[in-house]
Structures are given as C-alpha cells and as structure tokens.
C-alpha cells in the first residue's frame, strides 16, 4: 500500500502504516528504500520552524494540525467527484446558453421595421389649398406619418363626400405614410377648411381639432375616427393656434382655450377637451383686436395667457378667465404685484411696434420670452420680465426659428432680414447673449419661401434649413426667380450644401425625425392651380425627402472666407456620419 502511494506522488505519514511491515512488502529494495527515507523524513520534521518566525519571542507560534488519520491523499477521491459534477453544470450552462441564441435567432419572430423609401412623391386634384401639413406617428410603428388636406369629391381611399351626406366637393382631412405615402385613413368633412391643428397635449388622447363650416370637430388622429363635433358660433371667429390648458373640469382631460379677435374686442371660450362642451361663459380679453397670443406658465406653475395688440404684449391670469373651474388654479405673487387693477392685465412689454412673440426654451418648467419689432429683437426672461440681451436688427421678414449651433444647451435664434437691393441675410444669434455666431447674404427670392428650420443632431447641434439664392456675382439680379435649399452644420461653418429646389408654389414646409436616431427628413406640400376656394380644379403634390439623400446630391458651397483643407467628398462624408436627436 506504501508503495502505491509512492507510487501515487502522495506524502506518506507514518500513522498511516506499520513501519516493520515494510520488510515483508513486495517490492524492489530500490522502492522499499525510496519509501523508508520518505516516511523517516517526514517523521523528524519540525513543524515549528515553519510557524512566523518573525515573532521572535513574543509566543509560541502556532502550528499547523497534521492530517488526521484517514485523511491523506485518499481524501482526494472527493474533490475529483466534484470536478465532474462542475464540468456537467459548465456544459448544461453552455447548452442552455446556445439554445437560447438559437431560439431568437432563427425561431422567435423579430418585429418587421417599415422600409422607407428615400424620397416619394404623390400628387391628389384638389379644389382648393390647405397651409395645413402635420407629421406625427398615427400608426404606431415608431415611423412617423403626414396628415394634410385637400379639396375633391373624392378621397385616396375611393371614399366619397357622399358616404357622410355632405355636398360635393368637400374637404377630405387625410394621413399617409411615412415610409412610401400611401394611405392610411381619410375622413370627409364639410367645406370649407378654416384651420387644422393636431397634436394637441390631452392627457393620453391626441387629437386634431379643426374648424369649418361653422363647426369644431375633434378627431383622433390615430384612425381618423371623430371624438366630438360641436356648433361654433357665427359671431364668433376662432383663429389658430388652439391652447391646451390644465383639467379646469375635472374629467382627467386637458381642456382647450379659442380666442377670437375682433377690432372692438377679443374673446376667449373653453372648452372640454373630452365632450367639445362650452366651460363657464364667454370671457373678454380685451377691448381691442389681439394680433397674437400663446399661453405662458411662470415659475410658480401659474397659466397666463400672453397677447400682443397695437400697445404692446400683456399677460391675463387663467384664474381670471376660467371663474367657473373646478380645479384650483392660482396666480403668480410677483405678476400679481404688476397686475393692472383696473383692467386686469399684466403690462409685459409696452412697444408699438411688437411684430412677433415667441416662447423661447429656457428650461423644462420655464420658458423665456422672445420679441421682435421694428427696431430689433429682445430677449426678456419669463418670471421676471427684465431684458436678458438686446440686438438691432431692422425688417425681419418671418418668425424667428431656433437650432442649436454652439454646445450650450440653450436655442439658438434664426432669422431672415431685408438687406436691401434685393439681397437678404441669414442670422444665428445666441440664445445666452445675442450676439452674431454666423451670417449669410444671399438672394431675396421674388416670391416667398419657407422660414428656416433646424433638425437636431446627437452632437448637441443642429443642422440648420433655409431656403434661397446664393449669387455667383452679388451685383446680378438673374434668376431670382429660382430657389434652392440650404443646409448648414455648425461643423463646417464655411460651407453650406445647396441643392435644387422646386419651382412651384410651397403652400408648406416641414422638417423633423420620422425614425428615431435614423433619418430626418423634410416635407413639402406644392400646389399647382388655384391658391383658393375658386372652384377650378388643380393638384397638390405631397413629397417626402431625407435628408442624407439630399445632403449626398448636393453641391458643396464654399463661403468666401472659407480657409479649409477639406475636399468636396470630405465635407459631405461629414455630414453623412451626422445622428440625429429624438428631441427635434
């Protein structure tokens, strides 16, 4: 047995066995010898060496028990049982894991992404033209869709003004697909369209509201079914935008304001988002036309309704409007020091010559306010009502619009300006501070294009889209009459890709991201015919492009300061390896 474990490599312990049996074991003296000097030597060791000797004197060091009888090498027959029961459990784990990768590769189904085509177009005859065009995912398949109107006796989907009564031509409000423009819904509604506006901010259930023929008809834009549709009044002329307000009647939908200006004086109705159903009585907002008007929240989550009229911009509380709510609404305390007591308003900024206000994002729960009139643009913060910064600029031809061209967080201001001598300039002032971070002249055209809109990008920026004509020679007035599209990215701040444009009426123009992280694109709605209700036919032409496309199509233009190394192919690759945010 010795010599088997010898044999065996273990360390034999005299306990183990009989010293004198070793003469009668069967063996080679070289073996018996070998295995006598091994159980001797370990026999005369002395543990006690081996125990920390730097110690020293402090204690005795402890030693380590030896093997109890029984124990030795044999013990090691367990510990190889358990080996092969951790080599099972690996190979059952690795089959688990390979089953898995097979079943979701080849046997679970993976849910079918929409193709979308790069570019399609479709044309419908119309009676009349619509500057009414929405993208919004009504299908829910994470593409985003088009919903726009036009004028016929007969819809896309062969439905006819016939199947709802309605006398013929009527008004079909319709949405396609993203992916290739084929039809999704279509509902007839009787002539003639005032407005439309979708994507209105109701607790869990987005709808359209539009107004014609004197009424107001709600309709859910996922399937065009009709949530409620109600009179309007004659006396009464609704003009867009339609403003969402808090649940004034407790019904756990956001309710809806309309104003309606007149010259002698401007009224406001609510509405029940959910039943279409009038809220309290008509309310007076002013003695006087309002030329525009939004809905601001200020910090302490107080609604105002702001409103521009000749003498400048004024604010009224909701509280005020809305006497007959059931939910508590409440008044800002420092607007509440301002407010005029004899007519109620809050004076926000006194000027003659207010042509726009805008909300400006400032931040998730405050917004500031943007103002551009006659003699320049400023920028007053939203709670307190001070200037943040101040610009002269003279004749801004559109709205302003807003992008991202510095890492700040905050929106960038765009706008178009006459220069005079048929030119006009393209400018990208500070959000924090106004000042000029990029500018462009180029060709006024001699008809009016889109205002310049932004789409943006994963690298905190945007790329910016403007529309018009960039002279070979600033002197000459030729071709004014043509128009292209430019798209910018503060990257390549010297360059902007030009691409050809449409030489038809742009009834309107929309860029935003159909697929998340994936593809912006933007959408036109053209019309060839008649601009109103004269009763001759023409066509609307519906079309999609991305952006990526274009932006490989284009013509690389350099700006006269532009000092860059980078070719032509370089600049588009750029722009090409460009991501676009979920957040535009």
């Not at 319709?174 to 509902?187: F, H, I, K, Y």
């Not at 990008?457 to 889209?465: E, N, Y």
């Not at 209700?533 to 023409?538: I, Y």
Request: charged share 25%; with cysteine.
């Amino acid at each position: 047995r010795g010599l088997d474990l010898l044999k065996s490599g273990c360390v034999v312990d005299s306990a183990e066995f009989d010293l004198g049996y070793l003469e009668t074991a069967t063996g080679t003296t070289a073996q018996k010898q070998q295995l006598l000097g091994s159980v001797r030597m370990d026999n005369s060791t002395d543990p006690a060496p081996e125990a920390q000797p730097l110690k020293g004197g402090e204690g005795e060091a402890e030693v380590e028990a030896p093997p109890k009888k029984g124990q030795g090498c044999l013990s090691r027959t367990g510990f190889s049982s358990l080996s092969r029961w951790r080599t099972a459990a690996f190979f059952l784990s690795l089959f688990l894991c390979l089953t898995i990768v097979f079943a979701f590769s080849f046997i679970i189904p993976c849910p079918v992404r929409p193709v979308s085509l790069r570019t399609w177009e479709k044309t419908v005859p119309s009676f009349a033209q619509y500057d009414f065009l929405d993208i919004l995912d009504t299908n829910k398949d994470k593409v985003k869709d088009i919903l726009f109107a036009f004028k016929n006796s007969m819809g896309n989907l062969n439905t006819t003004c016939a199947n709802q009564s309605l006398p013929s031509p009527c008004v079909f409000l319709t949405a396609v697909t993203g992916t290739n423009g084929d039809p999704l819904w279509e509902r007839p509604l009787a002539a003639e369209l005032d407005w439309a506006q979708c994507g209105l901010e109701e607790q869990q259930m987005p709808v359209c509201l539009v107004s014609h023929s004197n009424l107001l008809t709600a309709l859910y834009f996922q399937n065009g079914t009709v949530r409620w549709q109600v009179p309007r009044s004659p006396e009464l002329s609704f003009k867009p935008p339609v403003l969402s307000v808090p649940d004034l009647d407790d019904d756990g939908v956001s309710d809806l304001a309309l104003v309606s200006p007149a010259q002698d004086e401007t009224k406001v109705v609510l509405l029940s988002g959910k039943t279409g159903k009038q809220l309290g009585s008509e309310a007076v907002l002013d003695q006087s036309l309002v030329l525009g008007y939004l809905l601001h929240r200020t910090k302490a989550s107080a609604h105002y309704l702001l409103f521009r009229k000749e003498s400048g911009v004024y604010g009224r509380a909701l509280k005020t409007i809305a006497t007959t709510a059931k939910t508590k609404l409440t008044e800002d305390p420092e607007w509440k020091k301002k407010t005029n007591a004899s007519t109620g308003n809050v004076p926000v900024y006194i000027s003659s010559s207010v042509q726009y206000l805008v909300k400006a994002t400032k931040g998730r729960s405050l917004e500031n306010l943007l103002l551009v009139t006659t003699e320049g643009m400023e920028m007053i913060d939203g709670q307190s009502l001070e200037t943040v910064w101040k610009v002269d600029t003279s004749t801004v031809l559109s709205e302003p619009s807003f992008g991202h061209y510095n890492k700040d967080g905050v929106y960038d201001v765009v706008i178009e300006r006459d220069s005079g001598n048929n030119t006009k300039k393209i400018t990208i002032l500070d959000g924090l501070s106004g000042a000029v971070l990029w500018d462009v002249k180029m060709a006024s055209q001699s008809r009016s294009s889109p205002r310049p809109t932004s789409v943006n990008t994963l690298d905190h920026r945007s790329v910016f889209i403007f529309w018009g004509k960039f002279p070979s020679d600033t002197n000459s007035t030729d071709s004014l009459s043509e128009r292209f599209l430019y798209m910018l990215h503060p990257s390549y701040s010297k360059v902007l890709l030009e691409k050809s444009g449409t030489d038809d009426h742009i009834i309107a123009f929309k860029a935003a991201l159909f697929e998340k992280g994936r593809h912006a694109c933007y959408v036109m709605l053209t019309g060839l015919g008649p601009a109103g209700d004269t009763g001759v036919e023409g066509q609307v032409t519906l079309s999609k492009h991305r952006l990526k496309e274009d932006m490989k199509n284009s013509t690389v233009l350099r700006l006269p300061d532009d000092t860059g190394s980078d070719s032509d192919q370089d600049i588009k690759e750029g722009f090409d390896r460009l991501r676009f945010d979920k957040d535009t």
